[in-house]
Each structure stands twice: as C-alpha cells, then as structure tokens.
C-alpha cells in the first residue's frame, strides 16, 4: 500500500513540476556549470546502494592539494536558496517513481556511515528512506545526529500511513517557512564521525 501511495502521488507531482524542474536545471547550469544534477551513491533499504539525484548547490572549488573547499566556501547564494526551499530535491521524485525511495521515510545517509551505526541505529535501514521523514519535520539539520537517529527509529517502530500523510503536510510547512535548514554551526550538516559507543 505505502508503495502504491508513492506511486499516486510522486508520478503526477513529477509532471506537475516539470517545468520549474526545467528552468531550475537551466539556471544551475547557468550559476554552477555542469553537471547539473549531483548524484551519490546512498543506501536505501537494507542499506542496498542506489544512486541518488539532486540539484548541484556547491561548486568544485578545490584546496592546493586537490581536496574540496569547506561547504561554508563552496554553497553559494544560489544553492543556499535551492536548500533553502527544498528545491535541489526535487529531482527525487524520480527516485520513488523508480522505487529507490519513499516520499516519507529516514533521510538515506552518505555510504561512510554504514560502518559507524550501531546496532540500533543501523535499524534505520528496514524501511526504505524517504525525501522527508520524522526526523526533518522535528529538526532537520538543527539536531544532533544522535536526536536524528532517535527520531528515525521512533518512524521504524511507529509508521503508518496515517503518520505519513501527516508528516508530508507538516513537510510542506517546514519548506514555506525555511525551518531547521542549517545547523547553527555549520553551513550543512556536519560529518558522522560515529556514536561515542558502538556495538
């Protein structure tokens, strides 16, 4: 059923936003060069990779030894109103119609991290990832990793599409009123490094 509920909605919301995903690719052409769409290996359900599309918000500045600006340098004005606005995820939607993702479900993660879970917060991966989630409508990137995984396993245990339907509505709210974008010390989220303790 949940599978069916992404197919009705993210199928239709693809076509219906076809023309701003147009004109937006065309301007991070413009403002960021190519490629315009950025694409990560992440893990979806039972941590099985699938490659993952957004909207290009940084550039490829690089340090003298070849290794990428901080984030802070290489986001610029223009990517930080596509995140601001939830924009540069709008080639997602694609994803779910592909069934790489859910409309609702844990935001999938970088591939570095799968090693550095525990063995509660790896349970994160028994449902596929989402575009939102429970965590991004209590937080987002505003919260300690330790506060996102936690939300994360409240979905796990407690999904149901009545919970879906209601964090896609309050989803909707956090992207009009640009809440939980940024995390107060970091332009993006800063990296997992790991649990203070891991089994």
Known sequence: MKRFVDLLLAAPLLLFFLPVVAVLAVLVRIKLGSP???????????????????????????????????????????????????????PQLWNVVRGDLSLVGPRPLLMDYLPLYTQDQARRHEVKPGITGWAQINGRNAISWEEKFALDLWYVDNRSLRLDAGILLLSVKKVLFSEGIQNSAHATMPVFEGSVERS
């Open 36 to 90: 315009v769409l950025f694409r990560q290996w992440r893990p979806g359900l039972h941590g099985k990779p699938f490659q993952m599309m957004k909207f290009r918000t940084m550039l490829d500045a690089l340090d003298d030894s070849g290794q990428p600006l901080p984030d802070a340098i290489r986001l610029t004005p223009f990517g930080r109103w596509l995140r601001k606005y939830s924009l540069d995820e709008l």
